[in-house]
């Protein structure tokens, strides 16, 4: 069945930075679109980066244009979210999501940008 195992959250300081992954498993990765979500303690859960299926077309939420960049690995079904540099209001669970595949959330990775 379809599977993401997030992973790479941590505590880190302001102004440092992270690379979160999701192993992803169960379908053809490649032939899919995939995001990142981020769910903090005063918002609902949203899309903060967007990738297509070749990686060629990348997209972000606003607020965190600049700092975020998200890639995948086809071969190798990863998908790739790098934080630079981390902000107090990155802190949160950071999920991945195949939109036209997945039912149910994975159980995310915590992110805790703190000093």
């Known amino acids: 069945q379809v599977q993401v195992v997030e992973s790479g959250g941590g505590l880190v300081q302001p102004g440092g930075s992270l690379r979160l992954s999701c192993a992803a498993s169960?379908?053809?990765?490649?032939?899919?679109?995939m995001r990142w979500y981020r769910q903090t303690p005063t918002k609902e859960r949203e899309n903060v980066a967007s990738i297509n299926a070749d990686g060629t077309t990348t997209i972000y939420l606003d607020s965190v244009k600049g700092r975020f960049t998200i890639s995948r690995d086809n071969a190798n079904s990863m998908l790739y979210l790098q934080i630079n540099p981390l902000k107090p209001e990155d802190t949160g669970v950071y999920y991945c999501f195949c939109p036209d595949l997945q039912k149910n959330w994975g159980q995310g990775t915590q992110v805790t940008v703190s000093s």
């Open positions: 169960g379908f053809t990765f490649s032939r899919y679109g």
